[in-house]
Each structure stands twice: as C-alpha cells, then as structure tokens.
C-alpha cells in the first residue's frame, strides 16, 4: 500500500471542526453566482400563494425554485432525480441550503407558479437589459416542435372514436338495464327506500369515460373540419388525436416522420441571445402568435422592439399590416420579386402580347405546371390584369375563405373571357376548367409586393441574415444541453409552464456567465491599476 495515496481523512475518523456547508464549495463556483443572482429578486408573487399562518413553517420559494433551474441547467429534469441530487450532490445540497426535497413537491411545485414564473423571466431580462445585454433593436422569432407525453401510434380517428362510443353505449344500456331490475326486486323484496337514480360505481365509470369520448370526438371533428377548410379530404387523412395527451396534435417531426407535438415559439434579442418571450401552440400557425408576441414585448418591458426578424411562415398580409400600425420594421423571407430580365411578363405596355420566343421563360406554377399569377400584369389606376397574351382580366366577383384557425379573408377574383382559341390556353388554363382564366387578389397584395421589394435590398437582407444564428440557436441548447426533446407533462397549459421553467433557466445560465465575465474583467484591470 506504500505506492498508493493514503486517504486525507478515514470514513470512521472524528473531527473537533467540521466542515461547513458552505467551505465546501468553492469561492468561484458558478452556484454562488446562481444562488446570488436569485436572491435579488423579487418573490411576492410566489410568497402570495401560501397560506403564512396554518401549518408548519414552509421551505421558501426561491430555494425550490433555485433547485429546479439549477437542475435544468445541469441536464436535470427527472424530480426524482433531482430529490436525488440535494441529499447527494454537495451544489445541490449547498443550494437547497441542507432543506430534503421529495419528488413530489417538486412536482407540485413545478406547476403552481406560472405567474411567479413569468415575473421571475420578466425580472432576469430586465437585469439584462440594465446591464445592456437586451437592447430590443432586432428580435428574432422562431419556432420548433417537441413530442408530446404520448405514444407516436396512441391516437385516434373520428371513425375509431364513433367504433368506441357506439360499443360503449351498447354496453351502458345493458348495464342500465340490469340495475333499473336489480333495484326493482330490491324494493319490492326489502322496501330499502334506497334512491334508484344512483348509478353503481362501475357504472358511474363508464358514464365518465362515455362523455370523456364524447369530448375526444368534438376536438377531433373540429380539427377535420380544419383540414377541410385547408382543402385535405378528412376521409383520405383524417385527423388524429393523441389519447394520452389529447392537447397535443399529430405534426411533422423535425427529426423525421410525424408524432404527436407542441410548436414552441420563442423571441430572442440577437445582441446577446437572451430570450425574451415564450409561448406554445399545439398547430403549426406560428404566424398567429406573432403580433401578440410583439405586444406583450412592450407590455412586459415597457418599450417597443425596433425590427423583428422571423422566417416566411409569419409573412402574411395580416401581420405586415399590423406590425406597420406599431411602427415594427419587420424582415422575413419572401420571394424577391422577378424583374423584366427574368420574367418577360413585366412589360412596359401590358396590352402588347408576350413574343411567342419568350413564352418558355414565363413562370410557371411548381404544383400545377401552368402559368403563375405573376405571370399576370396588374394595373392598379384600371383595375385589371393583363395575360401575357396581352387580353384584359377585368374584375369578375368577390370571394372569401376560413381557414383552419376560423379566420375569413376576402379576394377580387379577376377573369379573362378571351381564352378559347389563345395559343397559350394549353398552359395557362386547367385541364378542367370550362371557363376563363382566373387571378385573384386579396387587400394586402400590394404590401406583400412592396414587402418583396424591400427584402430584395442587400441591406435588408444582411439584416434578416442575423435572424439565423440568433433565433435557432437557443432551440439547439435547449434540446441538447437541457435535453428538451419530449416534454415530461401533459396538456397545452402544464406544457406551456415546463417551457417557461426552460426559458428561464436558460436565461439565468446566460446572466450568470456574464456577470461572472465583468466580474473577472474588472478583477484583471483592478490587479492591472495595482501592478
């Protein structure tokens, strides 16, 4: 054994001088920083929810809520795991300041404080921005998909709900049939006086779990009647409802593959990448959370972003209008638009035809492999469109559509009456169609084409290029380093605090390490000013 290292202290050796808790951890561990950060703060909120007068004293909030962020930063979510950590874990022991967490007041605890919550993301950023780590000058929004708490293939159809429903009603009725005679010889043979309107307990169950179908079957009617106002056919691809987690929606995996999902959103100022609002939708109509993004920016922090950056699902013409009413200079992608060079359909005199030789360069619809709509002039002062051909499109009627969130639009549809016998009536007209060619226009057509055009400017796009790295890289630590990729909890509201709890812990862990940087820097120039 004269090789070997002795141990510094047998197990069985007593001490005149124990160790502190606090000697334990070192004067530079990032858990002081943490801990000190959070004893600023303002805890009200979450001290409101406690009785303060019944009951044995309770531990505080901020320390069960330090343990939680503190576990989230470390890879932890599991709160058994975590009741693990602060009996075993000297930072974790430190932090929780000696105080035994079971997992079932983590538990509990995780989705009690949405307020307090939100108040405690709000009171991070506000630091950040006292520091001018958060400016507001561009804020990127961005979304993702994680998995639900619920199985890829634990969903259901309409049609299978309907094969449940009918089978258990099938089952109730007799079920019904034979308490109404079992309680009938009761009161004849024993005159019990006993209420024949209570419902057995295996009964009363079944009765639950009928009006729980019922409920499915609505949700899931209602999302066919989406599809359908999409133009999907429910009976080809119905839509599905998740059985565990019946908030959630069977979407696109961006792994792979389709799986019951939420869409997290997030808003991040791309000066530093600090988060500064979070959100989650069980769709993918990001574009809906936009502008009440932006709002609650303002309301949360009491000033209005200068430019947001988000990708083209949230390029709609309800949004460009809106965001314009707030003075938000907005940037996303849309297609620049074609200039004369690559579209010979833009003509100085619309009414003159397109030359035959240039008809290959038109462009053409991916989907449909006819002439696009911008293949089409329009002349604002007459109000109509020209074809290539060079023939009138004058306005025809006004339609509307809902789409699946229930939102009507309205359009002028415009139609030429000189296609039969065109040369390029093969092209441009459906093979099903018996009448004219048809261009539609809704209101905001002209901001989209104005929008183009901005986005088409080099500086416009070198500012949407920040987009990029600062509003996705967040999603990537959350999902690798905090090992977000399936959410422990289930429905939209419980979701919606677990991604709050994540944001703030993402947060804090960038305070942290920025203050621990100025820290260290005004350490080496005071050691400088010394020297």
Request: hydrophobic share 40%; net charge negative.
């Given at each position: 054994m004269g090789y070997w290292a002795q141990a510094p202290m047998q197990r069985e050796q007593m001490t005149l001088f124990a160790p502190t808790l606090d000697a334990m951890i070192g004067e530079g561990h990032p858990v002081r920083l943490f801990d000190e950060i959070l004893a600023g703060c303002r805890w009200s909120e979450w001290e409101a929810e406690y009785d303060g007068k019944r009951g044995q004293p309770p531990i505080h909030p901020r320390i069960i809520a330090s343990v939680i962020l503190y576990g989230l930063l470390r890879g932890i979510r599991s709160s058994r795991v975590l009741e693990y950590a602060v009996t075993h874990n000297i930072d974790f022991l430190w932090l929780a300041q000696g105080h035994s967490l079971d997992h079932s007041t983590i538990c509990g605890f995780r989705t009690k404080f949405r307020q307090g919550l939100k108040d405690l993301f709000r009171q991070l950023n506000q630091i950040a921005m006292t520091m001018g780590l958060i400016l507001l000058k561009e804020v990127g929004l961005d979304g993702t998909r994680v998995k639900a708490n619920?199985?890829?293939?634990?969903?259901?159809?309409?049609?299978?709900?309907?094969?449940?429903?009918?089978?258990?009603?099938?089952?109730?009725?007799?079920?019904?049939?034979?308490?109404?005679?079992?309680?009938?010889?009761?009161?004849?043979?024993?005159?019990?006086g006993r209420s024949t309107q209570q419902l057995p307990p295996n009964l009363a169950e079944l009765k639950s779990r009928q009006e729980q179908l019922k409920q499915a079957l609505e949700k899931v009617q209602a999302a066919d009647e989406a599809r359908r106002r999409e133009g999907i056919d429910p009976k080809k691809n119905p839509a599905q409802l998740p059985t565990t987690d019946s908030d959630s929606r069977v979407l696109p995996n961006k792994e792979g593959g389709y799986a019951p999902n939420y869409t997290l959103m997030a808003a991040t100022d791309v000066h530093r990448g600090f988060l500064v609002d979070d959100d989650v939708i069980a769709s993918t109509s990001e574009h809906l959370v936009t502008v009440p993004t932006v709002d609650r920016i303002e309301e949360n922090y009491g000033q209005r972003l200068e430019n947001l950056l988000a990708d083209g699902a949230h390029a709609t013409g309800p949004n460009m209008e809106a965001l314009e009413q707030r003075g938000v200079e907005f940037f996303s992608h849309l297609p620049s638009p074609k200039t004369a060079g690559d579209n010979p359909a833009i003509r100085d005199d619309p009414p003159q035809a397109v030359p035959a030789s240039e008809w290959e360069k038109l462009p053409r619809n991916p989907q449909t492999k006819k002439l696009d709509k911008s293949a089409f002039v329009y002349d604002e002062e007459k109000d109509v469109y020209f074809c290539p051909q060079g023939e009138p499109l004058p306005y025809h009627e006004t339609k509307s559509k809902v789409d699946a969130e229930g939102n009507r639009t309205y359009f002028r549809v415009y139609r030429c009456e000189q296609c039969e016998g065109c040369s390029l009536n093969p092209e441009c007209r459906s093979d099903k169609s018996k009448r004219g060619r048809t261009v539609s226009r809704d209101e905001h057509e002209k901001r989209r084409q104005q929008f183009a055009e901005k986005m088409a400017r080099p500086e416009s796009k070198a500012t949407y290029a920040k987009r990029l790295h600062g509003a996705e890289t967040p999603f990537a630590i959350l999902k690798r380093v905090l090992g977000l990729r399936q959410f422990l909890l289930r429905g939209l509201e419980k979701v919606k605090i677990e991604w709050s709890w994540a944001c703030t812990a993402f947060n804090l862990g960038k305070l942290v390490r920025e203050v621990g940087r100025l820290r260290a820097e005004f350490s080496n120039l005071m050691a400088e000013g010394e020297g």
């Open positions: 619920n199985g890829r293939f634990e969903t259901l159809t309409a049609a299978g709900l309907q094969e449940q429903l009918s089978a258990l009603d099938t089952i109730i009725e007799e079920m019904l049939q034979q308490a109404e005679g079992a309680d009938a010889a009761d009161q004849e043979l024993f005159e019990t």
